[in-house]
């Protein structure tokens, strides 16, 4: 039998509390972009978090127009590749395509683009940039196909708890070599249904700064009455 092999750690005394992504995610296979293996994407757009966590990466997609400014500060503060929104739903057409060119040349890794995005937009932002286009996909009815076709390389899937049964139908009937990647679910159990289910990387959502904020609080407050 392998034995486990041992990781030594180093942390930083101002620097303990991070945010740390689930170590089942590591099971992962993980996807080969731009020549970094990424496993765990963060899902988030608050800048202190994306500073202190230890994910591979990050996926900045917010329910608001896109904005260069956003996407700038997130990509001057992480220190690992950012996957960036860059709409698709209300912002699509042309306005989407030159938003993910601006992207591309701030640094992005890549782009995600909304369920509702067309694949003529698709396949526009295909013929405009280099790094890839993350395509969301939200239920199996969805076009994945002619997204993929419209020049997706990547599927990102966010079923809610229909995640892990809408990336084993696409990985049966794509195979082994399509990228996805797949939102895990709140717990161990749902994140490793998901992983085998075929995703290849996970995105993460961290607990909101206000829920780390009153742990600290607590803390804080706990230690003063000793």
Request: charged residues 25%; hydrophobic residues 40%.
């Amino acid at each position: 039998m392998e034995k486990e092999k041992y990781i030594p750690e180093v942390k930083s005394q101002l620097r303990s509390r991070i945010i740390e992504a689930p170590q089942v995610i590591y099971k992962a296979s993980g996807i080969k972009i731009l020549g970094t293996r990424i496993k765990s994407l963060l899902f988030s757009t608050d800048v202190a978090i994306i500073k202190n966590t230890n994910a591979n990466s990050i996926i900045a997609v917010y329910p608001f127009t896109p904005q260069l400014s956003i996407t700038q500060a997130i990509l001057e503060v992480a220190p690992v590749p950012v996957f960036a929104g860059v709409g698709g739903g209300l912002t699509t057409g042309k306005r989407s395509v030159d938003i993910a060119l601006q992207a591309e040349l701030m640094g992005a890794y890549g782009v995600v683009v909304n369920a509702p995005t067309s694949n003529e937009v698709i396949s526009k932002m295909y013929n405009r940039i280099d790094i890839p286009i993350i395509a969301t996909v939200v239920t199996e009815r969805d076009d994945y196909k002619g997204k993929l076709d419209a020049g997706a390389r990547i599927l990102n899937i966010s079923g809610g708890p229909q995640t892990a049964e809408i990336v084993k139908r696409i990985r049966d009937e794509y195979g082994k070599e399509l990228p996805i990647i797949a939102t895990g679910g709140p717990t161990d159990e749902s994140i490793l249904k998901t992983i085998e289910a075929g995703a290849n990387a996970i995105t993460y959502t961290p607990p909101c700064t206000a829920d780390i904020f009153a742990g600290v609080m607590e803390k804080y407050r706990s230690d003063k009455t000793k």
